[in-house]
């Protein structure tokens, strides 16, 4: 073991340990009041976000300003890092699960005020006019704008944020294990519902954030859930037992009887026909995630029968209601890695190297 990888670990061992939802954290103290913010900014692909301090922004008329509890950090903010995705803006500060409370309020918003507790999700605005947003799927909208993508996300001490799409939350989770419900959850929602609800024997290709809330959501509706991992990473296979998976393994292993659905959450265009080859006649494979690498040729015998092959896009604020209200009274059992916010760079370079299980959440 080189020295970074013995410091790492040790860190990881004293300070940084995984927590579980239910277990006591160690209260942090408000910060002092300051004019000031301070941010993890990205100026340029493949370079490190850079800490900065900014003044305190304030709200626009439609928009609440929340002083940020927790952000986890997403798949989908490593593509944005690596320039995997179009970026609207730069510099803009990453960052699109949000859990924080409201300390000042734009003088239109009628629905949320200062104390609130809210999330803010990815999905920041969206027209209102389009055919996408008129047919209930403003996860198509036309000229969307999302958070930590097109305006500044929550790798911050504050954040501004349309007060139409924040997401009312309780208190009965502390942030850092409610963070990852943001996105991971909410995108694993709706690929769930995408898998369609008569899939009984589920497959999970890549079992990061999403896939470990996924599960335990699959298994509390009653289905069987089948988790594929990196071949050979037995670590994140025992993981996923222990959340309720019949069956775990490498992702180069057939199952014993075929699935009726498989969502790939792994950013990793090989596993689509692995996935194919997986579902029985009939199944569908969802892909779960925002960027992929390429989708090697296939033989059409595997699509054949009436395979279905579909992708995700965004959420909606439906969709998020409808999950916080079941996961409401369920306790999920959210694994996550608590970071201070100035190590963003170093959570970022954890998820991409696959080191985590469960999320890792930044705390400012
Ligand atoms: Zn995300
Ligand atoms: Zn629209």
Redesign the pocket.
């Known amino acids: 073991m080189v020295l970074p990888e013995v410091l790492r670990t040790l860190k990881r061992l004293l300070g940084n340990a995984p927590t579980l939802s239910g277990m006591p954290m160690h209260p942090r103290p408000n910060p002092r009041p300051s004019e000031n913010m301070r941010a993890m900014v990205m100026h340029a692909v493949g370079q490190p976000l850079r800490l900065e301090e900014r003044p305190l922004p304030e709200p626009g008329p439609d928009e609440v300003r929340l002083r940020v509890e927790a952000c986890a950090v997403c798949r989908t903010d490593l593509h944005i890092v690596d320039g995997e995705l179009p970026l609207p803006l730069l510099p803009v500060v990453p960052g699109h699960e949000i859990v924080g409370i409201i300390d000042r309020v734009g003088s239109g918003v009628k629905t949320l005020r200062c104390g609130d507790r809210v999330g803010v999700p990815w999905l920041a605005h969206?027209?209102?006019?389009?055919?996408?947003?008129?047919s209930g799927r403003?996860n198509?909208?036309?000229?969307?704008v999302f958070t930590g993508h097109g305006r500044d996300g929550g790798f911050a001490t504050h954040v501004t944020a349309e007060a139409a799409f924040c997401l009312p939350l309780g208190q009965t989770m502390d942030a850092v294990h409610m963070a990852p419900l943001m996105c991971a959850g909410l995108i694993g929602w709706r690929s769930l519902r995408m898998a369609g609800d008569e899939a009984r024997r589920i497959g999970l290709y890549g079992f990061g954030a999403a896939a470990h809330l996924v599960l335990q959501v699959a298994r509390l509706q009653g289905r069987e859930v089948h988790a594929f991992t990196r071949p050979g990473d037995v670590r994140t296979q025992t993981f996923a037992r222990g959340l309720g998976a019949t069956w775990a393994g490498g992702s180069d292993s057939a199952p014993v009887r075929p699935l009726d659905a498989a969502i790939i959450f792994a950013p990793v265009g090989d596993l689509v026909p692995a996935a194919l080859r997986a579902v029985r006649k009939g199944g569908r494979v969802v892909c779960g995630g925002i960027h992929m690498s390429d989708i090697p040729g296939f033989p059409y015998r595997i699509l054949w029968e009436e395979r279905q092959l579909l992708s995700v896009a965004n959420l909606t604020r439906a969709d998020a209601t409808a999950f916080l209200h079941f996961v409401s009274g369920r306790s999920l059992r959210v694994v996550s890695t608590p970071y201070a916010l100035e190590q963003a760079n170093e959570a970022l370079d954890d998820l991409r190297s696959g080191r985590l299980q469960g999320a890792a959440v930044l705390v400012p």
């Open positions: 969206t027209c209102g006019h389009c055919d996408y947003c008129g403003e198509l909208c036309d000229q969307p």
